[in-house]
């Protein structure tokens, strides 16, 4: 069984920083492309940036300049640095991930953490 285990969130004051992690486990063989969502009140979740295997990343433009989307593959572990932090982006963030085990790749989302950004 895989699991994404998210980390990091929290409440921060407008202009603050915080970063989340995304631990994958299970019987892995590897994970291929790795993406952050965040899906705030009352609105459809929205991807936030995305990151290849080999490194190639993809971000939404509110967060362009903010955010770093990276990941260690040999701790099968994603992080999204997020700075300058604005109220519009609290959220509850997810990760979600194409993980391989064996000759087997499957879709697996984290079960959220909540970032608040409030004075």
């Known amino acids: 069984q895989v699991q994404l285990v998210e980390s990091g969130g929290g409440l921060v004051q407008p202009g603050g920083s915080l970063r989340l992690s995304c631990a994958a486990s299970?019987?892995?063989?590897?994970?291929?492309?790795v993406g952050w969502y965040r899906q705030a009140p009352g609105k459809e979740r929205e991807s936030v940036a995305t990151?290849?295997?080999?490194?190639?990343?993809n971000y939404a433009d509110s967060v362009k300049g903010r955010f770093t989307i990276s990941r260690d593959n040999a701790k099968n572990t994603a992080y999204l640095q997020m700075n300058s932090l604005k109220p519009e982006d609290t959220a509850v963030y997810y990760c979600?991930?194409?993980?391989?085990?064996?000759?087997?790749?499957?879709?697996?989302w984290g079960q959220g953490t909540q970032v608040t950004v409030s004075s």
């Open positions: 979600n991930a194409d993980v391989r085990r064996g000759a087997y790749t499957s879709n697996y």
């Open positions: 299970g019987s892995i063989s590897g994970i291929n492309a």
């Open positions: 990151i290849t295997s080999s490194g190639s990343t």
